[in-house]
């Protein structure tokens, strides 16, 4: 009976953060609400109004849902102790994302960063305004690396708190199955396998910084690039 309390105590944690992780999960999808409620209303995708409606709702209802789950999730998301020299972790991770922006520039974006050929993009179909639409994408990536890696925390905290096996990136994992995996059926095998593995690689990040808004910042920049 003295081990119940705390077993039971650390089940509720990990129960917690597994259900929070979930709820991250379900906020990635309030980008398909969006889609359906702007096709009803009338804007298309190929419309500069249609494109700046999408962004705006979708990444405020990311930041939003952001907000209110990390609050709900504080002590889920307070970082536990760090393993290993900073210097090094720091190394790991500035590596680490080199290697998932190349991967993503030779394998995805022909050499280049995707924002740069979504602009070209963007100017060649809505001119000058273009340029709005690029700093809405970019206010995109920021937005859903937010939600990333939320559920990259909630994840970590609840297969530790299960396991006690602190090194494995659970929330990458989790990351991967689920945003990942959402990503194969969206866009297909080859770009849903580099979503599976930007996942799983910013759960390693996660594990390395152990603080999600660092986390956070890194995949930003990784999403963003």
């Not at 708190?161 to 990136?169: F, G, M, Q």
């Not at 689920?178 to 080859?190: I, K, R």
């Amino acid at each position: 009976m003295i081990t119940a309390g705390p077993q039971r105590t650390e089940n509720f944690t990990a129960g917690r953060s597994s259900t929070l992780a979930s709820y991250a999960f379900a906020l990635v999808g309030w980008e398909l609400v969006v889609v359906a409620v702007t096709a009803l209303v009338g804007l298309r995708a190929d419309r500069w109004s249609g494109v700046a409606v999408h962004q705006v709702l979708t990444v405020a209802g990311w930041v939003t849902g952001t907000v209110v789950l990390a609050r709900a999730g504080h002590p889920a998301l307070t970082a536990r102790g760090r393993r290993g020299h900073r210097l090094l972790r720091t190394g790991l991770v500035v590596a680490l994302a080199v290697v998932v922006i190349a991967v993503r520039w030779w394998a995805v974006g022909g050499g280049q960063a995707s924002i740069v050929g979504e602009h070209r993009s963007y100017v060649e179909d809505f001119g000058q305004v273009g340029w709005v639409s690029t700093l809405g994408q970019i206010g995109y990536y920021v937005a859903e690396a937010g939600v990333v890696t939320l559920l990259i925390a909630f994840g970590q905290r609840a297969g530790e708190s299960w396991t006690a096996r602190p090194a494995v990136p659970w929330g990458g994992l989790a990351a991967a199955v689920s945003w990942g995996a959402v990503h194969v059926l969206l866009q297909g095998g080859a770009a849903g396998l580099y979503a599976m593995a930007v996942a799983v690689a910013m759960g390693v990040v996660h594990v390395l910084l152990r603080s999600w808004r660092a986390t956070w910042g890194v995949a930003a920049v990784v999403f963003v690039v």
